[in-house]
T-cell receptor, first 111, second 118 residues
Framework: GENVEQHPSTLSVQEGDSAVIKCTYS??????FPWYKQELGKRPQLIID?????GEKKDQRIAVTLNKTAKHFSLHITETQPEDSAVYFC??????????FGSGTRLLVRP | GAVVSQHPSWVICKSGTSVKIECRSL??????MFWYRQFPKQSLMLMAT?????????EQGVEKDKFLINHASLTLSTLTVTSAHPEDSSFYIC??????????????FGAGSRLTVL
């Protein structure tokens, strides 16, 4: 089955700096890669996603890149703000919304 | 649109009792429901997948007789933790896949249920 690895597990950046979180997946059939932001005790919130027919997608300060050959995808957050502090999860799926999640990255943005 | 209501948001029970968690899709038909478990400071681990009217498919290592899943209608799925023990204490989250009124394929998460077994 699919296995998704995510790193780093924790990331601390200064406000205004960029943050990058990376994930790798094992199943070459995976074709959908969402990123979720989760605050303590809350449901995951979709922040951006990408499908395998696209190499990059951007939404304001957030961007995701996908390298199908290497089976890895990354989340880029620019101009970080304290409210970006949360746990971020990558996920992968093939053909449906059966998501396999990475282990999570705890992002801390220092004011 | 595409709202999933999950109840209860938190529950405390005694060891050995059963607890039922409900997820309802309010404005769309949930053809597939995914149930996840999340231990503190860990990731969401997929427990099972259920399609309306069919038996759930459980992930490896998840006891189907302990975690009973029912998906009898397109708007309701339930997870029952039977004979709960302290090690079952966790955050349980559902996600529903279906089609909105506009025909868009959607995936929506419930708000989660925090179970504490004493």
């Amino acid at each position: 089955g699919e296995n998704v690895e995510q790193h780093p597990s924790t990331l601390s950046v200064q406000e205004g700096d960029s943050a990058v979180i990376k994930c790798t997946y094992s199943d070459s059939a995976s074709n959908y890669f969402p990123w979720y932001k989760q605050e303590l005790g809350k449901r995951p919130q979709l922040i951006i996603d990408i499908r395998s027919n696209v190499g990059e997608k951007k939404d304001q300060r957030i961007a995701v890149t996908l390298n199908k050959t290497a089976k890895h995808f990354s989340l880029h957050i620019t101009e970080t703000q304290p409210e970006d502090s949360a746990v971020y999860f990558c996920a992968a799926s093939s053909g449906s919304y059966k998501l396999i999640f990475g282990s999570g990255t705890r992002l801390l943005v220092r004011p | 649109g595409a709202v999933v209501s999950q109840h209860p948001s938190w529950v405390i029970c005694k060891s050995g009792t059963s607890v039922k968690i409900e997820c309802r899709s309010l404005d769309f038909q949930a053809t597939t429901m995914f149930w996840y478990r999340q231990f503190p400071k860990q990731s969401l681990m997929l427990m099972a997948t259920s399609n309306e009217g069919s038996k759930a498919t459980y992930e490896q290592g998840v006891e189907k007789d302990k975690f009973l899943i029912n998906h009898a209608s397109l708007t309701l799925s339930t997870l029952t933790v039977t004979s709960a023990h302290p090690e079952d204490s966790s955050f349980y989250i559902c996600s529903a896949e279906g089609y909105s009124l506009s025909g868009a394929n959607v995936l929506t998460f419930g708000a989660g249920s925090r179970l504490t077994v004493l």
